[in-house]
């Protein structure tokens, strides 16, 4: 057992097996007394975690993880405490791998579940290699101003005020912790505060003893005087005894044991004993404050403590996010808006409609899809023309290269969602993405009122095809069937449809230059919803704009052609065709 102090500003700790509480209460206690250093330094765990966060005040911290004590002890040489939270079958050989390490100078066992054989073994192991371990079942320690162990004395506000951000002149040692959260409290009130609290645990038979602390306590100048408590279970006061009457102790102990049955170790036999070897004991436990308070004062009346002005201020602990809301004392803005849904209140919203509403009124997907995408409800034959999008680009067959990229990947065994986004990468303006270009160029066109020949002619000029113009199969004697059904019906329910009617001359007018170049889907499309947009009512010029330039419309077709795209990888992966030839069997290879 080692003759001084346990602890410093400067102590550093491993801890074994990941507690988040108790650490972080270590760290707000480092941070509340000024240290410069975290007094954790790593954490000893099976978990596959690299680091755990902290907070160091307001800063944030990573504590590295390590998966043994040996690594982190060669890691960390200058961490010499570990604190154990192991469980019932790790804790002793945890404890006595940690006795073994070099570095390692104290061990606290937090752990409930400790044999006595296995207790004996422990000190023997510290005795052989001069550690000191706290425990097993000790509620931890604590050197006011410069270390804590876990979660003793409890939160932050207890520590404050106890006075434990600051070193005063009492040395605490106790048994366990069902009454040293009120001593902690009652030093603080009745002298100038704790120098060093331990706890030894409850157990009959602790590695180190009362009388342990109060011989090593004895030999701390800072210490002035010492307070015991002792607990229901074993005669360890005793220990403290014989140390008395061998003068060993010479500063005052205010003590007070506590009973168990049997004559020899009840209370008053303790008592009695401790008070005739020299401690200060009270006649009641109620009366234990006064006892320490007067001797305290009597060493302040003798010069052996002087009082000083309380110079030292706490750090101010930040306090956690998540606290400080639910007190009502910060507000934070949202770091993601929407507009589309909700899903806070009884059941999901889509932009305010609930969705048992919805389905009790039949609503459709192109209703879903107005709700989620332009946020408002449009008219039947608004939704209805979305959904016949949607249908009719479902799929264009497997050689489209959308669906020949998903097909591939499919029969290279990957899983679903990498076939889709492997068909949906190949999406732009040769293949299905020319509907929002179609839009946004036929309707600067047509609301400029130039002619379908100086569209057409500006374009070539620039070297920029007309999107939505063209297909490799269709042309003017065998047009897409496609296009042919959305205007049959947008000429049948919508109000108006000049932007179609443009596409058309414009058609007309490319017609006369090959045979192929018709108004294809995207062209049809992209013609029909600014027509839908401007026809409905509900939008402004402004939110047709945006809608065109947001790449709304190309979303119809990323929509309506997913549908196909997993179609495709589910039929590759009923059949479960290998993949055929490799590409380079496919390359020319030229000088």
Not at 34 to 54: C, D, N, Y
Not at 494 to 520: D, G, H, Q, R
Not at 521 to 546: K, P, Q, R
């Amino acid at each position: 057992m080692t003759n001084g102090q346990l602890f410093s500003r400067t102590t550093q700790a491993l801890f074994y097996t990941y507690k988040q509480l108790p650490i972080q209460q270590m760290l707000d206690f480092d941070f509340l007394c000024g240290r410069e250093t975290p007094s954790v330094a790593g954490i000893i765990s099976p978990s596959s975690h690299k680091f755990h966060k902290f907070f160091f005040g307001q800063q944030e911290i990573l504590i590295p993880v390590y998966s043994s004590i040996e690594v982190a002890c060669v890691a960390h040489p200058n961490a010499d405490v570990l604190i154990n939270f192991a469980t019932f079958g790790s804790v002793v050989a945890s404890s006595l791998a940690a006795l073994k390490q070099p570095t390692i100078r104290v061990v606290s066992i937090i752990s409930e579940v400790v044999s006595e054989s296995d207790t004996k073994q422990l000190i023997a192991c510290a005795r052989v290699n001069n550690k000191v371990v706290i425990g097993p079942t000790n509620v931890g320690g604590i050197q006011a101003g410069a270390f804590k162990i876990g979660d003793t004395v409890g939160t932050i506000e207890n520590i404050i005020h106890c006075k434990l951000y600051s070193p005063g002149s009492v040395g605490f040692v106790y048994k366990s912790g069902e009454l040293s959260n009120k001593l902690y409290n009652t030093i603080a009130c009745a002298t100038d505060g704790i120098y060093e609290g331990i706890s030894i645990g409850g157990y009959v038979l602790p590695c180190s003893t009362l009388s342990d602390h109060v011989l090593r306590f004895n030999n701390i100048p800072q210490v002035k005087m010492m307070v015991v408590l002792g607990e229901l279970h074993g005669s360890d006061e005793f220990s403290i005894l014989e140390a008395l009457k061998q003068g060993k102790v010479t500063k005052p102990i205010v003590a007070w044991g506590a009973k168990i049955g049997g004559e020899v170790n009840s209370a008053q036999a303790k008592n009695k004993a401790l008070r005739e070897a020299g401690a200060v004991v009270p006649t009641s436990y109620e009366d234990f404050e006064a006892a320490i308070k007067e001797t305290f004062d009597k060493l302040v009346v003798e010069g052996k403590i002087t009082l000083v002005k309380e110079l030292i201020s706490p750090s101010q602990i930040p306090e956690d996010f998540n606290t400080a809301i639910r007190n009502g004392k910060v507000r934070v803005p949202s770091h993601i808006i929407s507009t589309i849904s909700d899903e806070r209140g009884k059941e999901p919203c889509y932009a305010g409609v609930a969705v048992s509403s919805i389905i009790e009124q039949g609503y459709g997907v192109g209703d879903v899809i107005s709700l989620l995408w332009f946020k408002r409800k449009l008219p039947r034959y608004c939704a209805q023309f979305i959904e016949m999008c949607i249908m009719l680009c479902a799929d264009h067959g497997p050689c489209a290269s959308g669906a020949h990229n998903a097909i591939v990947a499919s029969r290279a065994g990957k899983d679903t969602v990498s076939c889709l986004v492997s068909g949906l990468l190949t999406i732009g303006p040769r293949f299905g993405g020319a509907i929002d270009d179609a839009a946004r160029y036929f309707k600067d066109a047509c609301d400029r009122n130039i002619t379908p020949y100086e569209f057409v002619e500006s374009m070539k000029k620039k070297g920029i095809r007309v999107p939505g113009i063209g297909h490799r199969i269709k042309n003017r004697d065998n047009k897409d069937k496609r296009v042919e059904m959305l205007q049959k019906y947008a000429r049948m329910h919508f109000p108006c449809v000049k932007y179609m009617e443009y596409a058309n001359e414009v058609e007309e007018y490319t017609l006369s230059k090959a045979n192929n170049l018709i108004l294809n889907i995207d062209g049809a499309i992209g013609s029909l919803f600014l027509d839908l947009l401007v026809g409905s009512g509900m939008f402004t010029e402004l939110d047709v704009d945006e809608i065109v330039q947001i790449g709304y419309l190309n979303g119809l077709f990323i929509l309506a052609r997913s549908i196909g795209l997993i179609g495709h990888t589910f039929d590759q992966k009923r059949l479960k065709q290998p993949l055929y030839r490799h590409p380079w069997e496919d390359v020319l290879y030229t000088k």
